[in-house]
């Protein structure tokens, strides 16, 4: 195999590979990438952890046509520091050395056998959803920050995608907090090409995404890991800006003209998180989303480092923002607000709270609460499309 490609071109294809690989190497070629030669002018790039799959195409100059795997994060750390010039491949078929050159650079890196590199693939879903990239970009975005981080397995550590009836809907929770998204769709079905080589993966494929045959279908728990990969996806592709949903075999996939991601399912029922929203409330607030964000953000400063707790007291038009932290100090802000209600005391977890505001991207926000100690729901103000729901503390 002997091929090359520009520098640049290259390190964005490896830096989207790589982040699939296993941080925990249990085989050696987990550790590697696939790289493939699909016609003259492309290669493949594919890295796994068997959970998690993405690949990329890039433009290439091919002189001979084959494949190998490489040490992914070991070759992207060589390219990167290449001079910015095209980069050539020349592999040795029977050792694997491969040899790798840049102007007057030369390294020679020890491969694997394509042959060895797990068939994580060969199955492609023959029917999907459309969706506009933004579309999907925003709502992951908006939401995936509020899984449960501590445990990526559990149903908690995963963001709940659902397609019904042209609705999208995204979501996740900690338990603490909940993130949801909602749009109305355009859904287009679209089908798929004939996976080639394998005589059962059309009739596997129609029976593993019957539920997308109608726009009523999907419902998907994916791990907060891969979402973030995702969106990398998205802002990486080159081309038409929609993303190619399907599912086959408790994985899902997410398909541009230039990357192609996989994930397995978390399996199990996600909470039913719709009744945690109160139908009314008794207070509401609405203030500007950088002065309250700014105010917090110097706050938090004097906010205990084991429970990053600040107290929220509203009244007629501001909020006294305050955190203390025993024999380090105390910090008290006021912000101006529009207040509808009589004055209350609520207790958070600061962390929680801004990581809401960094992700909204509105002038106005609106705070929905029924309590000190029941939920509080954080709104875009004038969008019922996004909510977030925060659960208060007991403060001392």
Request: proline content about 4%.
């Amino acid at each position: 195999m002997h091929f090359a490609v520009q520098k640049d071109v290259l390190v964005k294809a490896l830096k989207d590979v790589t982040a699939a690989l296993a941080t925990r190497v249990v085989q050696p070629i987990l550790s590697n990438v696939l790289i493939q030669s699909i016609d003259e002018a492309t290669i493949k790039f594919h890295g796994t952890d068997l959970d998690l799959t993405i690949e990329t195409k890039t433009s290439a100059v091919v002189y001979t046509p084959g494949s190998i795997t490489l040490p992914g994060k070991k070759l992207l750390e060589i390219v990167s520091k290449l001079p910015n010039d095209l980069v050539s491949f020349q592999v040795n078929k029977e050792t694997f050395e491969t040899s790798v050159t840049c102007k007057r650079s030369k390294f020679s890196i020890t491969g694997l056998p394509a042959d060895d590199f797990p068939k994580t693939n060969e199955q492609r879903a023959k029917e999907g959803v459309l969706m506009p990239a933004d579309v999907l970009k925003r709502s992951i975005t908006q939401t995936a920050f509020a899984a449960a981080g501590f445990d990526a397995s559990s149903i908690l550590g995963g963001v709940y995608l659902v397609i019904d009836d042209g609705n999208f809907e995204c979501t996740a929770t900690d338990g603490s907090r909940l993130a949801h998204r909602f749009e109305k769709l355009n859904v287009a079905v679209a089908a798929a090409a004939k996976v080639e080589g394998d005589s059962t993966a059309e009739g596997e494929a129609k029976s593993a995404t019957a539920l997308l045959d109608k726009p009523t279908g999907l419902k998907a728990i994916i791990p907060a890991k891969a979402c973030g990969e995702i969106v990398k996806v998205i802002d990486n592709q080159d081309g038409n800006k929609e993303v190619r949903m399907g599912v086959i075999n408790g994985q899902i996939t997410f398909e541009t003209e230039s990357h192609f991601l996989s994930t397995r399912l978390i399996s199990g029922d996600y909470p039913r998180y719709q009744e945690l929203f109160p139908k009314d409330f008794n207070y509401l607030a609405t203030f500007k989303r950088d002065e309250l964000m700014q105010a917090i953000d110097r706050v938090a400063i004097m906010s205990d480092d084991r429970t990053h707790l600040v107290k929220l007291h509203f009244e007629a038009e501001n909020v006294q923002i305050s955190a203390n932290t025993p024999d380090v100090g105390k910090a008290q802000e006021e912000v101006s607000i529009t207040y509808e209600g009589d004055s209350l005391d609520v207790a958070v977890n600061v962390r929680y709270l801004t990581d809401v505001l960094q992700r909204l991207n509105v002038d106005e926000i609106k705070l929905e609460m029924t309590g000190a100690l029941k939920p509080l729901i954080i709104k875009g103000f004038g969008d019922e499309s996004y909510k977030y729901l925060l659960m208060p503390v007991q403060a001392k």
